[in-house]
Protein backbone atom coordinates (compact mmCIF):
# COMPACT_ATOMS: atom_id res chain seq x y z
CA UNK A 1 0.00 0.00 0.00
CA UNK A 2 1.73 3.46 -0.98
CA UNK A 3 0.25 6.69 0.55
CA UNK A 4 0.98 10.33 -0.63
CA UNK A 5 0.67 12.94 2.27
CA UNK A 6 0.53 16.60 1.82
CA UNK A 7 1.34 19.36 4.45
CA UNK A 8 1.93 22.83 4.26
CA UNK A 9 -1.29 24.46 3.03
CA UNK A 10 -2.58 27.64 4.86
CA UNK A 11 -3.77 31.25 4.33
CA UNK A 12 -1.59 33.94 3.18
CA UNK A 13 -1.99 37.31 2.14
CA UNK A 14 -2.00 38.33 -1.50
CA UNK A 15 2.50 38.73 -2.13
CA UNK A 16 3.18 36.19 0.27
CA UNK A 17 5.02 32.91 0.37
CA UNK A 18 3.91 28.99 1.17
CA UNK A 19 5.71 25.75 0.58
CA UNK A 20 4.14 22.17 0.00
CA UNK A 21 5.28 19.20 0.92
CA UNK A 22 4.73 15.79 0.06
CA UNK A 23 5.61 12.45 1.59
CA UNK A 24 5.30 8.90 -0.48
CA UNK A 25 5.44 6.09 1.95
CA UNK A 26 4.55 1.95 1.55
CA UNK A 27 6.26 -0.78 -0.23
CA UNK A 28 7.61 1.78 -3.38
CA UNK A 29 10.48 0.49 -5.02
CA UNK A 30 11.15 3.70 -7.58
CA UNK A 31 9.18 7.53 -8.00
CA UNK A 32 9.29 8.16 -11.63
CA UNK A 33 7.60 11.74 -12.44
CA UNK A 34 6.12 13.77 -9.49
CA UNK A 35 3.24 16.75 -9.96
CA UNK A 36 1.51 19.31 -8.34
CA UNK A 37 -2.38 19.83 -9.18
CA UNK A 38 -4.99 22.39 -7.71
CA UNK A 39 -8.68 22.74 -8.59
CA UNK A 40 -10.69 25.94 -7.67
CA UNK A 41 -14.18 25.59 -6.91
CA UNK A 42 -16.10 25.48 -10.25
CA UNK A 43 -13.16 24.44 -12.22
CA UNK A 44 -11.43 21.62 -13.56
CA UNK A 45 -8.24 20.08 -11.63
CA UNK A 46 -5.10 22.09 -13.39
CA UNK A 47 -1.35 20.87 -13.81
CA UNK A 48 0.54 23.20 -11.53
CA UNK A 49 4.08 21.74 -12.02
CA UNK A 50 5.68 18.74 -12.79
CA UNK A 51 9.39 17.16 -12.40
CA UNK A 52 11.00 13.92 -13.64
CA UNK A 53 13.09 11.97 -11.42
CA UNK A 54 16.22 12.91 -13.27
CA UNK A 55 15.00 16.65 -12.20
CA UNK A 56 13.30 18.21 -15.47
CA UNK A 57 10.41 20.38 -14.62
CA UNK A 58 7.42 21.98 -16.15
CA UNK A 59 5.34 24.46 -15.22
CA UNK A 60 1.83 26.34 -15.97
CA UNK A 61 1.74 29.48 -17.41
CA UNK A 62 -0.03 30.82 -15.01
CA UNK A 63 2.70 30.25 -12.43
CA UNK A 64 5.95 30.29 -14.23
CA UNK A 65 8.69 32.38 -12.70
CA UNK A 66 6.30 32.53 -8.99
CA UNK A 67 6.74 28.41 -8.35
CA UNK A 68 8.99 26.06 -7.79
CA UNK A 69 8.60 22.18 -8.05
CA UNK A 70 11.61 20.02 -6.20
CA UNK A 71 12.30 16.77 -4.91
CA UNK A 72 14.17 14.40 -2.44
CA UNK A 73 14.47 11.52 -3.68
CA UNK A 74 16.05 9.33 -0.37
CA UNK A 75 12.59 10.86 0.93
CA UNK A 76 10.30 10.47 -1.79
CA UNK A 77 9.34 13.72 -1.08
CA UNK A 78 7.92 16.28 -3.66
CA UNK A 79 7.63 20.04 -2.41
CA UNK A 80 6.11 23.52 -3.86
CA UNK A 81 8.00 26.75 -3.32
CA UNK A 82 5.02 29.19 -3.57
CA UNK A 83 5.98 33.03 -3.76
CA UNK A 84 4.58 35.99 -4.85
CA UNK A 85 0.96 34.45 -4.22
CA UNK A 86 -2.33 35.56 -5.54
CA UNK A 87 -6.12 35.32 -4.50
CA UNK A 88 -6.30 33.57 -8.32
CA UNK A 89 -3.94 30.76 -6.72
CA UNK A 90 -6.40 30.05 -3.88
CA UNK A 91 -7.46 26.24 -4.67
CA UNK A 92 -6.81 22.72 -2.96
CA UNK A 93 -3.58 21.91 -4.31
CA UNK A 94 -3.31 17.82 -4.63
CA UNK A 95 0.01 15.80 -5.17
CA UNK A 96 0.04 12.85 -7.78
CA UNK A 97 3.03 10.50 -7.96
CA UNK A 98 3.87 6.99 -10.38
CA UNK A 99 5.09 4.51 -8.25
CA UNK A 100 6.10 1.58 -9.08
CA UNK A 101 5.65 -0.68 -6.24
CA UNK A 102 7.37 -4.38 -4.51
CA UNK A 103 4.66 -6.06 -5.54
CA UNK A 104 3.03 -4.16 -9.05
CA UNK A 105 5.27 -5.16 -11.84
CA UNK A 106 4.18 -1.29 -13.88
CA UNK A 107 3.67 1.95 -12.78
CA UNK A 108 0.99 3.12 -10.93
CA UNK A 109 -0.63 6.85 -10.30
CA UNK A 110 -1.12 7.79 -6.69
CA UNK A 111 -2.46 10.86 -5.23
CA UNK A 112 -2.35 12.87 -1.94
CA UNK A 113 -5.51 13.86 -0.15
CA UNK A 114 -5.68 17.55 -1.09
CA UNK A 115 -4.39 20.83 0.77
CA UNK A 116 -6.09 23.97 0.54
CA UNK A 117 -4.04 26.83 -0.09
CA UNK A 118 -6.48 30.44 0.15
CA UNK A 119 -5.05 33.77 -0.86
CA UNK A 120 -6.70 36.72 0.59
CA UNK A 121 -6.35 40.15 -1.02
Known amino acids: QVQLVESGGGLVQAGGSLRLSCAAS????????MAWYRQAPGKQRELVAR???????YYGDSVKGRFTISRDNAKNTVYLQMNSLKPEDTAVYYC???????????????WGQGAQVTVSS
Open 96 to 110: RAEILTTTVPYGTVY
Open 26 to 33: GSIRSIND
Open 51 to 57: ITNGGNT
